[in-house]
């Protein structure tokens, strides 16, 4: 009886697996997730001499600049609770000691028995750094690495003591925002007729490219939403039926911002038509700009596509 009940149960999972339908060949994604080379870092910038700390929490930029009284509690907002046996496993910056093994420890951290006692964990060369107060933070930061412009762009400023606002394009003042929308600490407008998305932050413009939108037929809906969700990958994949033409599987994307059910804000690497509707609904943006809104971006923020 036994022999027979799981004679019936394999032959079942054998017709269910011959009658499933043809999975679209997938496509292998040229990019995959990652937190940023330079997060739980101090850098400093080639160009403008200004230092900063990218955290390895939201790998965003956190300026430290001399005399900034609140630099110490801003960072300490950016830093990991650890156990002290976790910290101590990197040695102290200047000693002889060699590193142990990497246990995966890396930016600011600070033990909860102490919680005034700021630890910088060196993501290159493992080692800890004592930081106990705002001026130990910018004379440690002096030392950062060196590093372009160009390559901080995609880490979102999340604190700085100038003005980070962009202008319009072919404007050379950057506009304020929509009178409904200035109680909004931040939110995203997308415009359909111009194919573009505007990052606003505190009333002001922070960021703006083009996008492609829902192309005819799958058009991108109009509307008030808002961000649900911040998924690192998703592997986008429909299926019409059968050898449909329009069965698609574009393997594993990274920099999703959920706005709907089925909608989202992300990385396109299939074309670079962007300032033309493109997509099957969603907004896509090209690479830079994807890494970009995602670490700048907050769940629940408004978004809104006109």
Known sequence: MIKRASFMIMTAFLLSVVF???????????????????????????????????????????????GDEHVFEILKEQAKIEPWHRIITAPAVGSEDKPKIKIGVKGLVYDDHAPDLLWHIQKRAYLRQALRTAQDVFDYAQGAMV????????????????????????????PEAPEDKRDLRKYIHVSIKEQRLRAYENGRLVNTFLISSGRWGYYTPRGDFSVLNKVPVVRYQWSYGKDHPDNYDLGNVPYNLRIMPHIYIHYAYWHNNF????????????????????????????????
């Open 147 to 174: 590093v372009g412009e160009k390559e901080l762009y995609e880490y979102p400023i999340g604190y700085a003591l100038y003005d980070y606002s962009v202008p319009e394009p072919k404007k050379d003042k950057s």
């Open 20 to 66: 499933l339908p043809s999975p679209v060949q997938a496509s292998k994604s040229p990019v995959g997730f990652e937190a940023g080379q330079y997060a739980g870092d101090f850098v400093k910038e080639q160009e403008s001499g200004r230092v900063w700390y990218i955290s390895a929490i939201n790998s965003r930029r956190y300026q430290v600049s001399e």
């Open 275 to 306: 300032g033309r509707p493109m997509s099957r609904g969603c907004i896509n943006v090209n690479l830079k700009d994807s890494k970009w809104i995602y670490r700048w971006a907050d769940e629940n923020i408004g978004v809104f596509i006109e």
